[in-house]
């Protein structure tokens, strides 16, 4: 059984489609997918209507991906299984559309500064009615000629201490927490090595994002190293969490995973779709 619990389509920054995604996850094998994009669960809506769900042999789980700050680190948090049409969820989905459009201006008027200009116009272009962020600046960057890949735009004006990397307009982790539970989901906190803090830090996020009612973390996130798929899952333990396992797959890349997990290396650890799973195995008694 292949599963899939963070995915990105053109809803925020993925190549594929809605419907295009899954496909590919149906070619592959999945068996439940959610669709994770950024702050935004239009894309979650679109692969709801394509025709691509019709066969019934894929489970598509309701997601999405929501940008906050927890002590000047923007971390991500992964709601999964909510209802899209809560009221609390609405209400902070379009606050974050709007933190994001106001932060790409922002981000906009720094690259200026550093001489690139056009920056905005050109993000706003390659983003069209997906969600921006910082890929969209990256996109258009490489169309300009500024830099010869994405990877170096981050490295150079956008990642993390970069002019581009502001933080600023994002809600902070209880609140985004708040809103996921509220809308009856699963707050899980999404790939916690990539912030790089230290092991003390790493626990106090982890604890505060317990605390504040999150319920698991991701212990697979893409590519990773067997070391880090053991740290997560002590954290786990330690922080008596469940876990959630994605590819966080935004295109076909070598470097990238593609989409579906398999569910391993548990040791005893619950899993978020058991949350869902199991009223179908009681029925089936
Ligand atoms: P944003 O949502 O605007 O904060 O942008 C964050 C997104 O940028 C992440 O979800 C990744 O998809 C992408 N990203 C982050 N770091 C890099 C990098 N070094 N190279 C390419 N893409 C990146
Ligand atoms: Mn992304
Ligand atoms: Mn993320
Ligand atoms: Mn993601």
Redesign the pocket.
């Known amino acids: 059984m292949l599963v899939d619990f963070h995915t990105?389509t053109t809803a925020?920054?993925g190549a594929l489609s809605p419907a295009d995604l899954v496909q590919r996850a149906l070619v592959r094998g999945v068996s439940q997918l959610a669709i994770t994009d950024?702050?935004t669960v239009a894309g979650y809506r679109a692969a709801v209507a394509s025709r691509a769900l019709a066969s019934g042999e894929l489970h598509l789980v309701p997601g999405v991906?929501l940008?906050c700050q927890w002590s000047g680190v923007?971390v991500?948090v992964v709601g999964l299984n909510l209802d899209v049409d809560h009221p609390v969820l609405a209400a902070g989905l379009s606050r974050q559309a709007e933190a994001?459009q106001e932060?790409a201006a922002v981000i906009a008027r720094r690259l200026e500064k550093l001489g690139l200009s056009g920056a905005l116009e050109g993000a706003r272009a390659a983003a069209g009615d997906s969600q921006?962020?910082?890929?969209h600046f990256?996109a258009w960057m490489v169309a300009q000629g500024h830099v010869a890949e994405?990877?170096v735009?981050?490295?150079r004006y956008?990642?993390r201490g970069k002019p581009g990397d502001v933080k600023a307009f994002w809600p902070v982790l209880e609140e985004v927490v708040g809103w996921i539970v509220a809308a009856g989901g699963v707050a899980v906190l999404a790939h916690p090595l990539k912030y790089r803090l230290t092991r003390t830090r790493l626990e106090r996020l982890t604890a505060d994002f317990r605390a504040a009612g999150g319920a698991a973390v991701e212990v697979l996130s893409g590519r990773q190293l067997p070391n880090e798929g053991r740290e997560l899952r002590e954290l786990a333990r330690r922080q008596q969490l469940a876990v959630s396992l994605g590819s966080?797959f935004?295109q076909e890349q070598s470097w990238a995973a593609d989409l579906g997990v398999e569910p391993r290396h548990l040791e005893g650890l619950r899993g978020v779709w058991e949350r869902w799973q199991a009223p179908e195995q009681e029925s089936c008694t």
């Open positions: 990105h925020s920054d950024h702050d991906e940008s923007n991500h994001r932060r921006i962020g910082r890929p990256a994405p990877s735009a981050f490295d956008l990642g966080d935004h």
